[in-house]
């Protein structure tokens, strides 16, 4: 089924076209990956499933409902940002809790959530810390898990890794893709690394200047490339 339906997406900044009648269907469950070389709108794309940048053109479904005329905040949709956008004077557990107590949610219960997910992403240990306090590994960890107790229907990582150095960057790789299986959610993952999309997803969406040129399994993607942009891309002989 369907979780997140971009029916003739366009954006413009000013005059700039930057996405052109984009047309995606991300399956629910699925571990969807966007690639594509910086520039080309991966970012863009992301922010307008969440709310945060309004199309110009389209429309947007998520679970079912279309959602142009949704506020972020109520979307089932939550977002992990690449420099992890933590609050620098809170501790990680005042990270975490901050929106569970915007939503109401009472206190004994927030602690319940935050301590499960901690426990998941193995930030127990560290939940009186501040951020400056923390390896780059573990901010992303608290990123996540600030996402995770919102539990959404949907995560949206953009380029979730790019500030970890390689070996951390592919311990995290195998943590996310467990996390995925655990959760059962559906990802919408950014990245321009070839090599960690065809590892990590299992629906590839490759993008080029604003435009979907395949989107397939990896499989599919790197054994029958539609164009020469993706088999060059992807890395198969054209
Ligand atoms: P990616 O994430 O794939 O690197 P982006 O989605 O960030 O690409 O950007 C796509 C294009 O849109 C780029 O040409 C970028 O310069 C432009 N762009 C992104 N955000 C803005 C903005 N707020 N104002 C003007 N141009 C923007
Ligand atoms: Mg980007």
């Not at 000013?14 to 969807?32: A, M, Q, W």
């Not at 390689?166 to 995290?172: C, F, G, H, P, V």
Request: charged share 25%; aromatic share 6%; hydrophobic share 40%.
């Amino acid at each position: 089924m369907a979780q997140i339906e971009l029916k003739n997406i366009s954006k413009k900044f000013k005059d700039d076209v930057v996405i052109e009648d984009l047309n995606l269907t991300i399956k629910e469950g699925s571990f969807t990956v966007l690639v594509g070389p910086s520039g080309c709108g991966k970012s863009t794309t992301l922010r307008m499933i969440a709310g945060l940048e309004k199309q110009s053109g389209g429309e947007i479904w998520i679970g079912g409902k279309c959602v142009n005329d949704t506020a972020p905040g109520q979307r089932e949709v939550a977002m992990v940002f690449q420099n992890y956008a933590l609050y620098p004077t809170m501790t990680v557990r005042g990270n975490i809790e901050f929106g569970l107590k915007n939503k109401g949610i009472p206190k004994k219960e927030r602690h319940t959530l935050i301590s499960d997910i901690c426990e998941i992403v193995g930030l127990t240990p560290h939940l009186d810390k501040k951020p400056q306090n923390l390896s780059g590994g573990q901010r992303q960890r608290v990123a996540l898990a600030r996402a995770m107790v919102k539990k959404p229907e949907v995560f949206i990582l953009d380029e979730p890794l790019s500030n970890l150095d390689a070996k951390l960057r592919n311990q995290m790789r195998t943590e996310l893709i467990q996390l995925h299986k655990r959760l059962g959610t559906t990802f919408v993952y950014v990245t321009h690394d070839q090599v960690e999309a065809m590892s990590m997803g299992d629906e590839i969406v490759v993008m080029d200047k604003g435009v979907i040129q395949q989107a397939d399994s990896p499989l599919k993607l790197y054994h029958d490339p539609v164009n020469l942009f993706t088999a060059q891309f992807i890395g198969t002989p054209a």
